[in-house]
Structures are given as C-alpha cells and as structure tokens.
C-alpha cells in the first residue's frame, strides 16, 4: 500500500450520515422526514388501520425545505423512514455582492463566501430581497443558514442592532 492510498474526508462532519432511520409510526406533524429522496418538514400525517395483511399505514405529506415542493409518500408504520439530519447555524452578514453571492461570519471569526441569497420559491426571493435591502440601510443581520443532506440555505434573518 503506497502513501498516497489512504481515504480523505473533504467534509467537516466526521463522516455522519445524512441521514438515520425511525420508524414510520412516530414521526409526527412538523416533524422531518426524508420523501423521495428530499428533505421534507411533514406537515400532515393520516395514519389508516390495520388491513388483511396486518400492516397500519402512515399517510404522509410533506414540503421540501429548500423548495417548498410538496411531496406524498405511504409507509406501514412499523417500517423505518429516513429522518435527515437537520442543522441550523447563525453566522453574521458581512456583504452581499452583485452575483447575490455571501460573505458570511461566524461567531468564531471564521467567514465563509459560498452560499447565495435564497432562491427557488416566492419566500425565498422575499427573504432575499429583505436582506438586501436591510443591508443597503446599514443593518447589522444575523442569518440563520439550514444544511440537510448536503444542502444549505439561508432561511431566516433577524436585525441585531438598528442603524441611527
């Protein structure tokens, strides 16, 4: 085995997977819930009874948090589901530049220039226009940035401090 053979993880998560199961029958509303293959809040849940073959079925719908698609999907609930690992970070806007590129900072002093401004649906481009617009008039804003199954966006900003 050469020096050059052995593996490197570019990621910053230890190798966790995306990713864990749980079973069908306890995932509730507002819950998240992988549907066909997409991150997904769970914003209904019907759960029918036990038919001839002895399974109870969980009915569920669900919106992506990234695109705000809605999916549907049937599990007997005693089957497992994936579950996405879900992580929300603050970080401080520091710019915002012309190709609607962020220069963000997080509470260590790291910063970080590879997100965008949110985009995709009709709440995403409001926040987006929100903080340029904020940040034109010299506010200082935290954005909260949401990573699931290798995504990340921002989805939420709040004023820290008002400008005189």
């Given amino acids: 085995m050469s020096e050059h053979d052995h593996e490197t993880s570019e990621s910053a998560d230890a190798g966790a997977s995306h990713t864990y199961p749980q079973q069908a029958g306890t ?4 819950g998240f819930m992988v549907i ?5 809040k769970v914003v209904d849940v019907s759960t029918s009874k036990t038919g001839k073959h002895g399974h109870a079925k969980c009915n569920f ?6 695109t705000g698609k809605k999916y549907e999907d049937m599990t007997p609930s005693s089957h497992n589901c994936d579950v996405p690992n879900i992580a929300r970070t603050e970080y401080t806007l520091v710019d915002v530049n012309e190709e609607g590129f962020v220069t963000l900072m997080a ?8 997100l965008t401004l949110p ?13 340029k617009e904020q940040f034109a008039n010299g506010q200082e804003l935290v954005v909260s940035v949401l ?6 966006m921002i989805n939420s900003l709040k004023v820290v401090n008002q400008a005189s």
Avoid: H, S
């Fill in 147 to 152: 990573k699931a199954m290798g995504e990340e």
């Fill in 61 to 66: 719908v669900g919106v992506d948090i990234f």
């Fill in 107 to 114: 509470d260590n002093g790291d910063t970080r220039e590879d």
């Fill in 119 to 131: 985009k995709g649906t009709e709440d995403a481009d409001k926040l987006a226009e929100q903080i």
């Fill in 36 to 40: 066909r293959g997409r991150p997904c």
């Fill in 27 to 30: 995932i509730r509303k507002n």
